[in-house]
Nanobody
Framework: QVQLVESGGGLVQPGGSLRLSCATS????????MYWYRQAPGKQRELVAQ???????TYRDSVKGRFTITRDNAERKVYLQMNSLEPEDTAVYFC??????????????WGQGTQVTVSS
């Protein structure tokens, strides 16, 4: 079965850092684009970062220069390095995989989420 399991969330002070990890299994990792989303209470889910199968990178404007998404195809893992964290980054962070080919484009897999809280 398909699994995406996030870890690394927690409580951190403003200006601090966290690294989130997403361990995956049950699908062709190298044929899927990988994403980090987040959702704060009372707000819409929003895209944070993307890394494609070709290892191109995209970030929302508010995290550019602070967050870095990477993938390790050998380990089937995706990471989100978060630096200079701000209270506005507080949210549940979700790992997501989407098929990157026409024949697997239906694939849309989600993890359970990990809580990130940035507070003094």
């Amino acid at each position: 079965q398909v699994q995406l399991v996030e870890s690394g969330g927690g409580l951190v002070q403003p200006g601090g850092s966290l690294r989130l990890s997403c361990a995956t299994s049950g699908f062709e990792f190298t044929l899927h684009d990988m994403y980090w989303y987040r959702q704060a209470p009372g707000k819409q889910r929003e895209l944070v970062a993307q890394v494609t199968t070709a290892e191109s990178y995209t970030y929302r404007d508010s995290v550019k220069g602070r967050f870095t998404i990477t993938r390790d195809n050998a380990e089937r893992k995706v990471y989100l390095q978060m630096n200079s964290l701000e209270p506005e980054d507080t949210a549940v962070y979700f790992c997501n995989a989407k098929g990157a080919r026409t024949w697997n484009a239906r694939n849309d897999y989600w993890g359970q989420g990990t809580q990130v809280t940035v507070s003094s």
